[in-house]
């Protein structure tokens, strides 16, 4: 089985690929480097022992996507492409629209033209907006309070529609919930452009003395410490899931939605204590006023993806955090060495 991995270069991207490789899926990898590196799929080559090609193409090029499925005979793919900075989105919200919503539309209208009617789409739990409670199952309301969470929104219910005008389609949506670690052998793991936008790399990134202190924004929450709740998993977990995606909803048709999380929550002060354990060192932390758009609490019920998926985390915030600091440690740049 040959699978289009889009995206492919980036965070969970990667560690996607060296699990599928690993499971003997062959993949091809196509990928912008706009907030990714091609150094992570030479790592990936370096882990797996498997090679496969790349296209450093932009979905929003829709001649040179295409190209890409007439040069291949591909029968799924997993789409992680896209911008993905909360912030920012609510900053350049018409960029985000324009290339997840655009470039996803050229990528269903190809796979479509070429036949290709499997796709595993990476979304996201900030779909389900503020939840009145927790934990979240895949028949809450769905809402957003952003640009980026509104662009997953819209794309799920752009292939809804797409199946429902075309029932050949088998369309996985995984919400994914908070992806943190690494790859067990630290050669690969979360590499973000600039200052990181997520907490467990800021943290890291403290730990490794790039950055000067923690910020956590908000200690009135009703949440045991006051501090933001969230559902920690580790990537390749996550990564896992897309295989059993691939594995259980291919080819059966349909629209099928997934959770992706651990069911626990943590809060961010207990992030910042099992970080200082992984690493052997206090890390400094200022409170700060909430940012707007923030939820106190967010975590998973993912015993749907059990029941049908097989699929269950087991990886724990100890193990998480381990990962990520042997990952930070040995790359403090990142993959720019």
Same mark, same amino acid.
């Given at each position: 089985?040959?699978?289009?991995?889009?995206?492919?270069?980036?965070?969970?991207?990667?560690?996607?690929?060296?699990?599928?490789?690993?499971?003997? *899926?062959?993949?091809?990898?196509?990928?912008?480097?706009?907030?990714?590196?091609?150094?992570?799929?030479?790592?990936?080559?370096?882990?797996?022992?498997?090679?496969?090609?790349?296209?450093?193409?932009?979905?929003?090029?829709?001649?040179?996507?295409?190209?890409?499925?007439?040069?291949?005979?591909?029968?799924?793919?997993?789409?992680?492409?896209?911008?993905?900075?909360?912030?920012?989105?609510?900053?350049?919200?018409?960029?985000?629209?324009?290339?997840?919503?655009?470039?996803?539309?050229?990528?269903?209208?190809?796979?479509?033209?070429?036949?290709?009617?499997?796709?595993?789409?990476?979304?996201?739990?900030?779909?389900?907006?503020?939840?009145?409670?927790?934990?979240?199952?895949?028949?809450?309301?769905?809402?957003?309070?952003?640009? *980026?969470?509104?662009?997953?929104?819209?794309?799920?219910?752009?292939?809804?529609?797409?199946?429902?005008?075309?029932?050949?389609?088998?369309?996985?949506?995984?919400?994914?919930?908070?992806?943190?670690?690494?790859?067990?052998?630290?050669?690969?793991?979360?590499?973000?452009?600039?200052?990181?936008?997520?907490?467990?790399?800021?943290?890291?990134?403290?730990?490794?003395?790039?950055?000067?202190?923690?910020?956590?924004?908000?200690?009135?929450?009703?949440?045991?410490?006051?501090?933001?709740?969230?559902?920690?998993?580790?990537?390749?977990?996550?990564?896992?899931?897309?295989?059993?995606?691939?594995?259980?909803?291919?080819?059966?048709?349909?629209?099928?939605?997934?959770?992706?999380?651990?069911?626990?929550?943590?809060?961010?002060?207990?992030?910042?204590?099992?970080?200082?354990?992984?690493?052997?060192?206090?890390?400094?932390?200022?409170?700060?006023?909430?940012?707007?758009?923030?939820?106190?609490?967010?975590?998973?019920?993912?015993?749907?993806?059990?029941?049908?998926?097989?699929?269950?985390?087991?990886?724990?915030?100890?193990?998480?955090?381990?990962?990520?600091?042997?990952?930070?440690?040995?790359?403090?740049?990142?993959?720019?060495?």
């Amino acid at each position: 089985m040959k699978i289009l991995v889009t995206g492919g270069a980036g965070y969970i991207g990667s560690h996607t690929c060296v699990e599928l490789l690993n499971s003997g *899926y062959e993949i091809a990898v196509l990928d912008n480097l706009d907030n990714s590196c091609e150094k992570s799929l030479e790592k990936v080559k370096e882990l797996t022992g498997k090679d496969f090609p790349f296209y450093k193409v932009d979905l929003l090029d829709y001649e040179a996507t295409n190209k890409v499925f007439e040069e291949n005979k591909f029968d799924a793919v997993i789409h992680f492409a896209g911008l993905k900075a909360v912030g920012e989105s609510t900053r350049m919200p018409i960029r985000y629209y324009h290339n997840n919503i655009t470039g996803t539309l050229n990528l269903v209208d190809i796979m479509e033209k070429h036949g290709v009617f499997n796709i595993v789409f990476s979304s996201s739990a900030t779909v389900y907006g503020s939840p009145k409670t927790v934990p979240i199952t895949e028949d809450f309301p769905t809402s957003t309070t952003n640009p *980026y969470g509104s662009t997953k929104l819209m794309i799920e219910n752009i292939l809804k529609d797409v199946y429902a005008a075309n029932n050949k389609w088998s369309i996985t949506l995984l919400r994914y919930f908070n992806p943190i670690g690494a790859h067990k052998s630290g050669k690969i793991g979360e590499d973000p452009k600039g200052i990181p936008n997520n907490l467990l790399p800021y943290v890291a990134q403290v730990a490794v003395g790039k950055l000067e202190y923690i910020h956590v924004f908000g200690n009135d929450y009703n949440t045991p410490d006051g501090t933001g709740v969230r559902d920690y998993i580790h990537v390749v977990d996550l990564a896992i899931g897309h295989l059993k995606a691939i594995e259980h909803k291919a080819n059966i048709a349909g629209v099928h939605t997934y959770n992706l999380g651990t069911g626990h929550g943590y809060s961010v002060l207990d992030i910042i204590k099992a970080f200082e354990n992984a690493c052997k060192k206090e890390l400094p932390y200022k409170l700060e006023p909430r940012r707007p758009g923030d939820i106190a609490e967010c975590y998973a019920n993912p015993q749907k993806a059990k029941d049908e998926l097989s699929w269950v985390a087991t990886r724990g915030i100890e193990e998480m955090c381990e990962d990520l600091w042997r990952w930070q440690s040995n790359n403090p740049n990142g993959f720019e060495k």
